[in-house]
């Protein structure tokens, strides 16, 4: 069964720019999950989708960062503009509907903000 | 604030020994723990959970420890392996419908041989 795919692996921008980073979750799993891990410090959630709804987007910075997940299958997450402490390690994860609390990670996008 | 977190931040075990790492959690609404396990540029890995209503729980090589009443999680590995050098997260899921897990700051594990 293929995992979680994440691209790109790796971005370099200047603040201020715009940046994309694009999941593909195990399929069949209808929950995704994007979060950001900073250097040194364990993952924190950013948002969460059941299908194409969004479940929980409470600690996601809502002025640069959005997410969408059009067709309930991939999603994309956006930063515009970016700032220096974006930097981190964005990780997209899935779930099945049976089980929604075991996620799933891919290796993640790697971010630096210059 | 995180509501889950390790005890330390470095554990240093003989290969061959057992490790064991801790956690503790300050939500008691919690009713869901998992372990996971990061290697160097990738995602976390899913190791072991535990319900709410368990005490223990045993998989390959590893068992988690959960004691309700002092908030604490324990992961133990039994004869550590090269292989089992990462860094060690427990995550809690906090009920009220969204699944999304809270992680703690992480544990990283040296296996020296």
């Known amino acids: 069964e293929a995992g979680v795919a994440q691209s790109p692996r790796y971005k370099i921008i200047e603040k201020r720019q715009s940046v994309a980073f694009w999941c593909n979750p195990i399929s069949g799993h209808a929950t995704l999950y994007w979060y950001q891990q900073i250097l040194g410090q364990g993952p924190k959630l950013l948002i969460q989708?059941?299908?194409?709804?969004?479940?929980?987007d409470s600690q996601l910075p809502k002025d640069r960062f959005s997410a969408e997940r059009l067709k309930g299958v991939d999603s994309t997450l956006k930063i515009q503009p970016a700032k220096l402490e974006d930097s981190a390690v964005y990780l997209c994860a899935s779930s099945q509907m049976g089980e929604p609390k075991k996620l799933f990670f891919g290796s993640g996008t790697q971010l630096s903000v210059l | 604030g995180e509501s889950v977190g390790l005890h330390l931040p470095t554990l240093s075990v003989q290969e061959g020994d057992n490790s064991i790492i801790n956690c503790a959690y300050s939500?008691?609404?919690?009713?869901?723990f998992i372990w996971y396990k990061q290697e160097s540029g990738k995602g976390p890995q899913f190791i072991i959970d535990?319900?709410?209503?368990?005490d223990k729980r045993q998989g390959q090589r590893v068992t988690v420890l959960l004691n309700k009443t002092v908030k604490h999680l324990s992961l133990q590995i039994a004869a550590t392996q090269p292989g089992d050098s990462a860094v060690y997260f427990c995550a809690e899921n906090r009920g009220g419908g969204a699944d999304g897990l809270t992680f703690g700051k992480g544990t990283h594990l040296i296996i020296q041989p």
């Open positions: 535990i319900r709410s209503n368990m």
């Open positions: 989708f059941q299908n194409n709804g969004v479940v929980d």
């Open positions: 939500n008691s609404a919690s009713d869901y």
